[in-house]
T-cell receptor
Framework: AQSVTQPDIHITVSEGASLELRCNYS??????LFWYVQSPGQGLQLLLK??????LVQGIKGFEAEFKRSQSSFNLRKPSVHWSDAAEYFC????????????FGTGTKLQVIP | DGGITQSPKYLFRKEGQNVTLSCEQN?????MYWYRQDPGQGLRLIYY???????QKGDIAEGYSVSREKKESFPLTVTSAQKNPTAFYLC???????????FGAGTRLSVL
C-alpha cells in the first residue's frame, strides 16, 4: 500500500523568506502526487498536482513542487512567503487506474512571523 | 457555482445516538469520499464510493455507515458504535478515484 511521510509537523518562517515543505512517498510505480492547503476550520484546496511529464510543476499562489523519482520526494517550495500562507499543508499520493484511493500525509503546519 | 456542500457545520451527538452528516455535490463527479480529521493525524479515509449504489470501506470504517443512492449525495451516519466520534469530518469528490479531490467545508462533530 502507498504511504506518504511529511517529516515536519510544524514550520515557522519569516515573511519574505523562502519555504520548502518536505514530502516523501512509498510506492513502486509513479503515482499521482498532490499538495493541498487547509485554512483553520475549512476544507482542503488543491495547490498543485503531478501526473506525468515535467517534474517541476507550478501551482496556485506562487507555489511549485518538484518530483524526484530517485528520492521518492515531492517537496513544495515558495520563494517568498506571505503572511496569508499561514495554514496547514498536506501532501497526498494517488494511483491511476481502477478503484484507487488517495493517501494523505499527516500535514505540516506553517506559521509566518512578521 | 459548482461545489460540495456539507451540512450542518456543527453537530452535537448525545450518548447512544446516531447522527447523519450530509454531503451533496453538483460537480457531476463519480467518486465521493468521507474523511475524518483529528489533530496531528492528517486525513483518515472512512468510506469511499466510485459509483452509485457502490461503496468501499476505508481505513477506519468501524462505527460508520454510508449510502450512495444518488450520484450527487453521499451521507455519512455516525452510529452509537463509534465510541470516539468527536472530530472534523470532510467530504470530497473527484471525477475518478485517485484523481484530484474537491472538498467541502467540513462538519465538526462533538459529543454532549
Amino acid at each position: 500500500a502507498q504511504s506518504v511521510t511529511q517529516p515536519d509537523i510544524h514550520i515557522t518562517v519569516s515573511e519574505g523568506a523562502s519555504l520548502e515543505l518536505r514530502c516523501n512517498y512509498s510506492y513502486g510505480a509513479t503515482p499521482y502526487l498532490f499538495w493541498y492547503v487547509q485554512s483553520p476550520g475549512q476544507g482542503l484546496q488543491l495547490l498543485l498536482k503531478y501526473f506525468s511529464g515535467d517534474t517541476l510543476v507550478q501551482g496556485i499562489k506562487g507555489f511549485e513542487a518538484e518530483f524526484k523519482r530517485s528520492q521518492s520526494s515531492f517537496n513544495l517550495r515558495k520563494p517568498s512567503v506571505h503572511w496569508s500562507d499561514a495554514a496547514e499543508y498536506f501532501c497526498a499520493v494517488g494511483l491511476s487506474g481502477g478503484y484507487q484511493k488517495v493517501t494523505f500525509g499527516t500535514g505540516t503546519k506553517l506559521q509566518v512571523i512578521p | 457555482d459548482g461545489g460540495i456542500t456539507q451540512s450542518p457545520k456543527y453537530l452535537f451527538r448525545k450518548e447512544g445516538q446516531n447522527v447523519t452528516l450530509s454531503c451533496e455535490q453538483n460537480l457531476n463527479h463519480d467518486a465521493m469520499y468521507w474523511y475524518r480529521q483529528d489533530p496531528g493525524q492528517g486525513l483518515r479515509l472512512i468510506y469511499y464510493s466510485q459509483i452509485v449504489n457502490d461503496f468501499q470501506k476505508g481505513d477506519i470504517a468501524e462505527g460508520y455507515s454510508v449510502s450512495r443512492e444518488k450520484k450527487e449525495s453521499f451521507p455519512l451516519t455516525v452510529t452509537s458504535a463509534q465510541k470516539n466520534p468527536t472530530a472534523f469530518y470532510l467530504c470530497a469528490s473527484s471525477i475518478l478515484s485517485g484523481d484530484i479531490q474537491y472538498f467541502g467545508a467540513g462538519t465538526r462533530l462533538s459529543v454532549l
